[in-house]
């Protein structure tokens, strides 16, 4: 798919999304003066990042990942040599959840066909899911055998999939966010670590 197919596919996504009247999400949107966060990057990139929902930075930037989990995620990246241009990043659900609670399954369900032709225009080799939902969600969609592995058990791990445009890499990643809230050097170590699964792909 040319360069102008994929950034038009794309622009349809986000104009149909800013009009998604219909999400329980969108009057908390248009009261508070946000934007959806669509996703960016590179319309060609190989590895793709998925997260769970926009905080409030996010809603009101339009742009995923750049408040306090934005700033380990461009750690993260620096840290294989990666720049945010070279990948994408997204997330399941486009709007914020009000207080940043979790994402519930009717938001889930009802972004989720948005993601699934994100990932179908951009086709990357490798999916990093970042937390719990996203990865259940991917290996879920992919009918992956480890769909029902706790991430305990998957976090760093390259698992393949098959997607329809062809074989997949789902790696698995603890939340950035996790690094933030138990203030732990040992789980931001455990992140950095598993990140670097990704080397090879760039
Ligand atoms: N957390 C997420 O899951 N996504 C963002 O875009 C920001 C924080």
Not at 80 to 88: A, D, G, Q
Not at 95 to 104: A, F, K, S
Not at 125 to 152: H, N, W, Y
């Amino acid at each position: 798919m040319s360069e102008s197919d994929r950034t038009d596919k794309l622009r349809q996504i986000k104009d149909e999304i800013v009009n998604l009247t219909q999400s329980p999400l969108y009057d908390y949107r248009v009261k508070n003066s946000y934007y959806p966060v669509i996703g960016q990057g590179s319309h060609f990139a190989k590895i793709m990042f998925i997260g769970e929902a926009p905080g409030e930075n996010e809603a009101k930037t339009g742009r995923p990942f750049c408040g306090a989990s934005g700033k380990v995620l461009d750690d993260l990246l620096e840290s294989i040599n990666l720049k945010r241009e070279e990948v994408y990043i997204t997330n399941i659900v486009k709007d914020r959840p009000p207080e940043n609670r979790d994402p519930v399954k009717t938001e889930i369900n009802l972004y989720a066909p948005f993601l699934d032709r994100q990932i179908e225009i951009i086709q990357p080799q490798v999916i990093a899911t970042l937390g719990r939902f996203s990865m259940e969600f991917i290996l879920t969609r992919l009918d992956a055998p480890e769909k029902k592995m706790k991430i305990t058990a998957l976090h760093g791990k390259l698992i393949k999939a098959q997607a329809a445009y062809g074989e997949v890499q789902v790696v698995p990643l603890f939340h950035p966010a996790t690094a933030l809230h138990n203030r732990s050097p040992e789980q931001r170590e455990i992140l950095f670590k598993d990140f670097e699964v990704l080397k090879q792909f760039v």
